[in-house]
C-alpha cells in the first residue's frame, strides 16, 4: 500500500473544535476554490459533495457529518469515522492499514480520545499542517510532564513552518504558546497574539483571540490608562471581529462585563471621561441578557454587583432613580448571598447599599446596614474593611449634622 503523506492538498486540520480538527478532506478533482476558502478560514461556501461533511462538522453536528460519510470509501474515509465515533476497535485497525501522515494522525487521533499512550513526534510528519496538529497534543503532553518551556518550543517552531500553508493553524498554535507563556512573560503572552492575529485577520477565529488579548492587556493595565485603554480597544474588536450573542453567547457576556469593568477602572482624567460610566453601565446590562440567576449564578450575582455600584456613581439627571435601582439590586443579591454562607461577601453588600442609602438622603436605614457590616468585618478579621465602614458612618454623621444646621426657609 502506498503511503498516504497527504501530497494531493493542503489540509483543514485543527482549524474546528476537537474532535472536528482532525477531520481529513479526500482528495477531489476540482474543488472549486473552496479547500482555500475553508484555508483562510471561510468555511461557509459551497463544497464538492465529497466534502459536505465538514459543513455539518464545522458546525458542530457529528451526526450529520457521519451521514454525510456513510457512501464513502476508502481509507481516509474510515478515518473520518474513527474521528467522528472513536472505539479501540476501529484504531486498532486503522493503525494496522495506514502509513505515512495518515498513521501519524490515527495514532494522535487515539491519543487525543485516550485510545493510544503516546502521541507522534511532529517531526515525523511530511505535510506541514500534520505536523502542527501534531503539535497540539505533543504540547500537552510536554506540559503533563512539566516541560512548558519544551512545550512553548515545540509550538514557536510548529507555527513558523505551518504558516505558509495554514495560517489559521499558526495562528491557534501562537495563541495556545501565549496561554502556556502568560502567567511567565505577560508582555511575550501579549506579543504572540498579536502575531497571532496578524495570521487570524478577517477569520472567525480572530474575535476569540482579540478577547484574549483584551484578558490579557486589562490583567496588565490595571489601573494605567494606556494599558486599560488598549484592553478597551481589543474587547471591541472581538465585537467587531463577529462575537456576538448568537455566535458565542459566553463570550459575548465575558466580553462585556470586561468592558464594563475597564470602562469604570479608567482613571478620570477628562470631564468626557464620565460618560464612560454610563457605557459601563450599558455593558453590564448587555452580559446580563446572557447570564441569568439561574443558568449562570455566579456570574450573574456578579455582573449584577458590578451594574449596581456603577449605578450608584453614574452621572446622570435622574441619580435618585439610579440610587433606588442600585438599592434594589443589593436587595437581590443579600437575598442570594446570606452571611451565614459568606459572612464577608454579604457585610461587602450591606455597606455597598449602606452607601447608597445616605446618597439617597435615607440615613437610619443607611447607618443601621453599616453598623450590621462593621460587626461582620470585625468578627471576621478584616479590619481594614471595618475601620473604611466607620469612616462611612462618620461622613453620614456629618452630612446629618450639617443639613440639621442650615437655616430653614419660611414659606413666602
Known amino acids: 500500500m502506498n503511503p498516504i503523506t497527504l501530497a494531493q492538498g493542503a489540509q483543514p486540520l485543527g482549524l474546528?473544535?476537537?474532535?472536528?480538527?482532525?477531520?481529513?478532506?479526500?482528495?477531489?478533482?476540482?474543488?472549486?476554490?473552496?479547500?482555500?476558502?475553508i484555508l483562510a478560514g471561510d468555511g461557509s461556501g459551497p463544497l464538492p459533495p465529497e466534502w459536505r461533511f465538514w459543513h455539518a462538522a464545522a458546525e458542530g453536528d457529528a451526526e450529520g457529518a457521519r451521514v454525510w460519510l456513510e457512501d464513502q470509501a476508502g481509507l481516509v474515509a474510515d478515518y473520518d469515522r474513527f474521528v467522528l465515533a472513536p472505539s479501540p476497535e476501529a484504531v486498532a485497525a486503522l493503525r494496522a492499514a495506514a502509513t505515512g501522515d495518515l498513521a501519524l494522525l490515527v495514532a494522535a487521533a487515539g491519543y487525543v480520545f485516550g485510545l493510544v499512550d503516546q502521541v507522534p513526534a511532529p517531526e515525523a510528519a511530511a505535510a506541514p499542517e500534520v505536523a502542527g496538529l501534531l503539535a497540539?497534543?505533543?504540547?500537552?503532553?510536554?506540559?503533563?510532564?512539566?516541560?512548558?518551556a519544551g512545550a512553548v518550543a515545540l509550538l514557536d517552531r510548529s507555527a513558523a513552518q505551518v504558516a505558509g500553508v495554514s495560517p489559521i493553524l499558526a495562528a491557534?498554535?501562537?495563541?495556545?504558546?501565549?496561554?502556556?507563556?502568560?502567567?511567565?512573560?505577560?508582555?511575550?503572552?501579549?506579543?504572540?497574539?498579536?502575531?497571532?492575529?496578524?495570521?487570524?485577520?478577517?477569520?472567525?477565529?480572530?474575535a476569540g483571540l482579540w478577547l484574549q488579548l483584551g484578558l490579557y492587556l486589562h490583567e496588565a493595565g490595571e489601573g494605567n490608562r494606556s494599558g486599560l485603554t488598549a484592553a478597551i480597544d481589543?474587547?471591541?474588536?472581538?465585537?467587531?471581529?463577529g462575537l456576538s450573542r448568537d455566535s458565542n453567547p459566553e463570550g459575548f457576556a465575558l466580553v462585556q462585563n470586561n468592558l464594563g469593568l475597564a470602562y469604570l477602572s479608567l482613571p478620570m482624567a477628562e470631564d468626557r471621561d464620565a460618560l464612560k460610566k454610563a457605557v459601563a453601565v450599558q455593558s453590564f446590562r448587555e452580559a446580563l441578557t446572557v447570564y441569568?440567576?439561574?443558568?449562570?449564578?455566579?456570574?450573574?450575582?456578579?455582573?449584577?454587583?458590578?451594574?449596581?455600584?456603577?449605578?450608584?456613581?453614574?452621572p446622570s439627571s435622574h441619580p435618585q432613580e439610579n440610587l433606588v435601582a442600585a438599592v434594589e439590586i443589593y436587595d437581590q443579591l443579600l437575598a442570594r448571598r446570606p452571611k451565614s454562607h459568606d459572612p464577608v461577601g454579604h457585610a461587602r453588600l450591606l455597606a455597598n447599599q449602606g452607601n447608597a442609602l445616605a446618597h439617597l438622603g435615607m440615613f437610619q436605614p443607611a447607618l443601621a446596614q453599616l453598623d450590621e457590616a462593621h460587626k461582620l468585618f470585625h468578627w471576621h478579621g478584616e479590619a481594614d474593611m471595618a475601620a473604611a465602614v466607620l469612616e462611612q458612618v462618620s461622613l453620614i454623621h456629618e452630612r446629618r449634622a450639617a443639613l440639621a444646621a442650615e437655616p430653614v426657609e419660611s414659606p413666602p
Open 16 to 37: 474546528l473544535h476537537l474532535p472536528f480538527g482532525l477531520l481529513l478532506l479526500p482528495p477531489v478533482a476540482d474543488d472549486g476554490g473552496a479547500l482555500g476558502r
Open 136 to 148: 497540539l497534543p505533543a504540547a500537552a503532553a510536554a506540559v503533563e510532564a512539566g516541560d512548558v
Open 292 to 314: 441569568g440567576p439561574e443558568s449562570h449564578p455566579e456570574q450573574w450575582t456578579s455582573v449584577q454587583l458590578n451594574l449596581a455600584n456603577a449605578l450608584q456613581y453614574l
Open 172 to 206: 491557534q498554535l501562537e495563541a495556545q504558546a501565549a496561554d502556556l507563556e502568560h502567567g511567565a512573560n505577560p508582555a511575550r503572552a501579549i506579543t504572540r497574539l498579536r502575531s497571532a492575529l496578524r495570521h487570524a485577520e478577517g477569520s472567525p477565529l480572530a
Open 234 to 241: 481589543a474587547y471591541q474588536s472581538a465585537i467587531h471581529a
